[in-house]
């Protein structure tokens, strides 16, 4: 499997109608926002699912990225669906 910033990355893009690498780079920084000085792969599933519900959503509000709440848990949800891919990494 591709790193975490690439899998939900692109899976981001695709609920935000944003560029890839942007959306990337907003999962970065929405980690580091909550866990200064960690990367995406050096959290666990319950912190990763805690910034999605968290700073990424702020992050998005703050770009006015429209409905915000629903990306936040639809990305969520893949996380959870994906959990087992991401432990097999």
Same mark, same amino acid.
């Given at each position: 499997?591709?790193? +975490?910033? $690439?899998?939900?990355?692109?899976? *981001? &893009?695709?609920?935000?109608?944003?560029? =890839?690498?942007?959306?990337?780079?907003? !999962?970065?920084? &929405?980690?580091? #926002?909550?866990? =200064?000085?960690?990367? =995406?792969? /050096?959290? %666990?599933?319950?912190? *990763?699912?805690? +910034?999605? $519900?968290?700073?990424?959503?702020?992050? *998005?509000?703050? +770009?006015?990225? =429209? %409905?915000?709440? /629903? !990306?936040?848990? #639809? !990305?969520?949800?893949?996380? +959870?669906?994906? /959990?087992?891919?991401?432990?097999? &990494?």
């Amino acid at each position: 499997m591709n790193n +975490v910033t $690439n899998f939900f990355g692109e899976y *981001l &893009a695709k609920l935000t109608e944003k560029r =890839p690498m942007a959306c990337k780079g907003m !999962i970065r920084l &929405a980690v580091l #926002d909550k866990f =200064p000085g960690k990367t =995406p792969e /050096q959290i %666990n599933f319950n912190e *990763l699912k805690d +910034v999605f $519900n968290t700073s990424l959503k702020e992050r *998005l509000g703050n +770009v006015s990225t =429209p %409905n915000t709440e /629903q !990306i936040s848990h #639809d !990305i969520a949800f893949f996380l +959870v669906k994906n /959990q087992s891919l991401l432990t097999m &990494a």
